[in-house]
């Protein structure tokens, strides 16, 4: 019943073209490799990027090159979504520069990823930081030499994290005990100290924009968390402003987080955007200190939510 359904779904697609017997063979296999759902997903998918018309009309050639392509939509939307992820980065990098190269490419990336799982991250933490962190880089360089030597630069960063100054900080946990961040990912643990260790060093406006960082790093894994992560992800595939996704999460009853969190949220991303952003304002400690409670109980709500603690 279901090849049936595809086969019509395919054939009032291409009409007034008809499938070919051996179309139809190339199709069977594909309904019994693939679900059904996936299968309509990925002829919209096709009919959406190879689809061409001349003079109003649909031509031959590109519904030969939709067809054609249906097998290795399915089979790319069926990997896992950093697979996907990695396969996005790739095809934009290649569109970027004049020169890519495939194989050096693809163990740049596996082994980017291997480094971060070694070093304890989760899946939806790593998908983020490919959306985000090496999404930039590929915007940000200008060609494949400088790409790979940034993520080469970057695989070596991690591999050495257990033996970085940035992560035997001096502080006394002043904002966010030690007991709360032990356990979670070590990037986390890193800005965690980081909190701690400027505000105990008088750094008030360092202090102010890595509380915000960390509330919006924490929401981002909170939404990858809940299956909800589009709630917050914009048409060019990046995520909202932190604005934004306060916005959402302060209505949203997938997260149902505390009223004391949807209250005060706003707060800590006002005070970072201010230091960050306003030329005539530095934070101080007096911006800070009556809030800190207010801060550990939102990190510590979101470090479950997220289900890193």
């Not at 595809?6 to 499938?19: H, N, R, W």
């Not at 070694?118 to 090496?134: F, G, K, R, S, Y």
């Not at 201010?274 to 007096?286: C, E, F, G, L, V």
């Amino acid at each position: 019943m279901a090849k049936k359904k595809i086969e019509t779904i395919v054939a009032e697609k291409i009409s007034p073209y008809t499938l070919s017997t051996t179309g139809k063979a190339d199709l069977s296999q594909l309904i019994r490799k693939y679900p059904y759902d996936l299968l309509v997903e990925c002829i919209d998918i096709g009919v959406s990027q190879y689809f061409r018309y001349e003079n109003g009309e649909l031509t031959r050639e590109s519904v030969n090159n939709f067809l054609n392509k249906i097998g290795g939509i399915a089979y790319n939307k069926s990997r896992s979504p950093i697979e996907q992820e990695l396969i996005h980065i790739k095809n934009t990098c290649k569109k970027l520069y004049t020169y890519w190269n495939d194989a050096q490419s693809d163990d740049i990336l596996i082994r980017y990823v291997t480094a971060l799982k070694n070093a304890n991250w989760t899946d939806a933490q790593i998908l983020n930081d490919l959306q985000t962190e090496v999404k930039r880089v590929c915007n940000s360089c200008r060609n494949w030499t400088q790409w790979s030597e940034q993520m080469e630069h970057w695989i070596s960063d991690i591999k050495n994290w257990d033996s970085e100054d940035s992560l035997t900080i001096i502080e006394n946990g002043t904002i966010l005990p030690s007991d709360l961040y032990k356990d979670v990912p070590q990037n986390i643990q890193a800005v965690c100290k980081q909190i701690n260790s400027s505000y105990e060093n008088k750094l008030y406006d360092c202090t102010a924009v890595m509380m915000r960082r960390l509330l919006e790093d924490l929401l981002v894994l909170t939404y990858q968390k809940q299956g909800i992560e589009d709630e917050i992800t914009e048409k060019s595939g990046w995520h909202s402003t932190l604005d934004k996704i306060i916005k959402n999460a302060t209505q949203n009853t997938t997260l149902a987080l505390s009223a004391n969190s949807r209250r005060d949220m706003a707060l800590f991303k006002d005070i970072g955007y201010y230091s960050a952003h306003k030329i005539w304002y530095n934070s101080t400690r007096q911006d800070i200190e009556p809030h800190i409670l207010k801060y550990r109980v939102i990190v510590e709500e979101l470090m479950y939510k997220a289900g890193i603690k």
